[in-house]
């Protein structure tokens, strides 16, 4: 599966900022451009991905320069498993993120994140405290035990460590890496499912605007094309030669079992180059949360932990 126009999807409501700058009267007319790295299109922002071999799974890690922007975050399936969540709520005292760790793994996956964190306090990058730095790096997992022969593999602080060094600025590597590792689509059924996977995208608008998103794709439904309302992904025919619609499943519920909970959660991040506060970032995570609706069907269900963080 090409996860990519679904990324396209929630950068596209992530977009829905330019309309919040002044914007000159020549530019309107100007269709955003497509742009080629992915989020790494955006100044500032870094990607590593760590895959372990022994099972598909693994952590991918976003990485921000110098001393952390503002972070926000949309968390709106009913099964999350997150990490250092309500500190990016606007109320909260600390306004800058250094990093975002998405994982597999499920809640065991969250070890990832103290290896970014001991790697980022390595280079004395944090909250500043009388002791030194705190690293702050909020987090979020999908889970992919079911994947594979053994769910005791699963991705540790090391392979955060590794990610976060290996983290670069060139063209973000997309499908079965990283976070993305184990992911799987089209589960109502109850049956084989597909490949899901990572993918990334990013626009630009004629104002100068940068927008970029990096999506690890879990959904227990369909992955759509949001331009065409095609589905990519998902759920397969009977005989599985063929994609069927969970959209008319769900029409008829005798012919779809409902989403187990523990096989699905899609993560996302979503990063711009506009000088927000902290209030406007958790209003561009609402914002770019509208793409998960877009392109995946059913999304924010009760079985899931769908999440989308903003920097």
């Not at 709106?76 to 309500?86: L, Q, S, V």
């Not at 790697?119 to 990058?125: A, D, F, T």
């Not at 409902?258 to 996302?268: D, K, L, M, S, W």
């Amino acid at each position: 599966m090409n996860p990519v126009p679904f990324a396209a999807g929630l950068v596209a409501a992530g977009a829905l900022l330019g309309s919040t700058p002044a914007v000159p009267p020549a530019y309107p007319q100007e269709e955003p451009r497509r742009m080629t790295r992915g989020i790494t299109d955006v100044q500032g922002i870094k990607v590593g991905h760590h895959t372990l071999t022994e099972r598909p799974t693994g952590c991918t890690v976003i990485l921000v320069d110098g001393e952390g922007v503002p972070g926000g975050v949309a968390q709106r399936g009913g099964a999350p498993g997150t990490t250092e969540t309500d500190l990016l709520h606007p109320l909260n005292l600390v306004d800058k993120v250094n990093a975002i760790v998405l994982s597999g793994g499920s809640a065991f996956g969250l070890d990832a994140r103290q290896g970014v964190v001991r790697y980022l306090e390595e280079r004395g990058l944090g909250w500043r405290v009388s002791t030194g730095v705190v690293p702050i790096v909020p987090g979020a997992v999908l889970i992919d035990l079911h994947v594979g022969e053994d769910p005791r593999i699963r991705p540790t602080a090391d392979c955060g460590y590794k990610a976060a060094g290996g983290a670069g600025d060139g063209t973000v590597l997309e499908g079965n890496v990283g976070a993305g590792a184990g992911a799987t689509v089209g589960k109502f059924r109850g049956g084989p499912s597909m490949k899901g996977g990572l993918g990334s995208a990013s626009i630009s608008l004629a104002n100068g605007l940068v927008v970029g998103a990096i999506v690890a794709v879990n959904a227990a439904g369909d992955v759509i094309d949001p331009s065409t309302g095609r589905v990519v992904a998902g759920h397969r025919t009977k005989d599985g030669k063929e994609l069927a619609d969970v959209r008319q499943l769900l029409r008829n519920p005798a012919d779809a079992a409902p989403p187990r909970a523990g096989e699905n959660t899609t993560i996302a991040v979503v990063a711009t180059n506009a000088r927000l506060t902290k209030t406007e970032i958790n209003r561009v995570a609402l914002m770019a949360d509208d793409g998960l609706a877009r392109a995946i069907n059913p999304a924010h269900t009760a079985a899931d932990g769908d999440t989308v963080f903003a920097l």
